[in-house]
């Protein structure tokens, strides 16, 4: 089984209508991710969150609110879907900081299978 | 801000050709630098990484060193595959929110 999902795999959706993104993972990670990739600009952050409680603005918010619902589960809303919000969308996890770690692997981050979103 | 840019594509190669992938980037410390692997209809996955200047990060036949004097991270291959196409993405992260800085990615198709 996949760590990181992702579901609607695809939607197309309507300008106005609201939308929303699930993203859930068994990677125990504590950091979740939301991206937007458009061709040609590679990936934009939209939010991410460091806990259940923490929850931050990436380069690209305008337009689209996030839930965490727990550990293991983020969500990605469009309010009101417009055409340019049409594009691949990524949920991604990385691990908390283990100040005595021996290796460190809290740069590294696990992506889902992406969600194809088209707004007509 | 940091910023990340690589070579435009798209690269078209014949199997067993040598693939290089340029990337230099922008920031204030001293980031993490890696490369991300799009294969078709998938999310994305780390290829290799290194964590500081003159690291060298490897993985499947792929090699990136960390060049701090030259602000680059460019990706090589001695003999690519058709297993190989896919995109290619560098990135960076930098800073305590371990935020990635992409850049734009580049399409490598391999020919048989």
């Known amino acids: 089984d996949a760590d990181v999902t992702q579901t609607p795999r695809n939607r197309i959706t309507k300008t106005g209508k609201r939308i929303m993104l699930e993203c859930s993972q068994t990677?125990?990670?504590?950091?979740m991710y939301w991206y937007r990739q458009d061709p040609g600009l590679g990936l934009r952050l939209i939010y991410y969150s460091f806990d259940v409680k923490d929850i931050n603005k990436g380069e690209i918010s305008d337009g689209y609110s996030v839930s965490r619902q727990a550990q293991a589960k983020f969500s990605l809303s469009l309010e009101s879907a417009i055409p340019n919000q049409t594009a691949l969308y990524f949920c991604?996890?990385?691990?908390?900081?283990?100040?005595?770690?021996?290796?460190?692997?809290?740069?590294?981050?696990?992506f889902g299978p992406g969600t194809r979103l088209t707004v007509l | 801000g940091d910023s990340v840019t690589q070579m435009e594509g798209p690269v078209t190669l014949s199997e067993e050709a040598f693939l290089t992938i340029n990337c230099t980037y922008t920031a204030t410390g001293y980031p993490s630098l890696f490369w991300y692997v799009q294969y078709p209809g998938e999310g994305l996955q780390l290829l290799l990484k290194a964590t500081k200047a003159d690291d060298k990060g490897s993985n499947k036949g792929f090699e990136a060193t960390y060049r701090k004097e030259t602000t680059s991270f460019h990706l090589e291959k001695g003999s690519v595959q058709v297993s190989d196409s896919a995109v290619y993405f560098c990135a960076l992260s930098e800073g305590a929110g371990y935020k990635l800085s992409f850049g734009a990615g580049t399409t490598v198709t391999v020919r048989a």
């Open positions: 991604a996890t990385s691990d908390q900081d283990h100040p005595y770690a021996r290796t460190s692997e809290t740069d590294t981050q696990y």
């Open positions: 990677k125990g990670h504590d950091r």
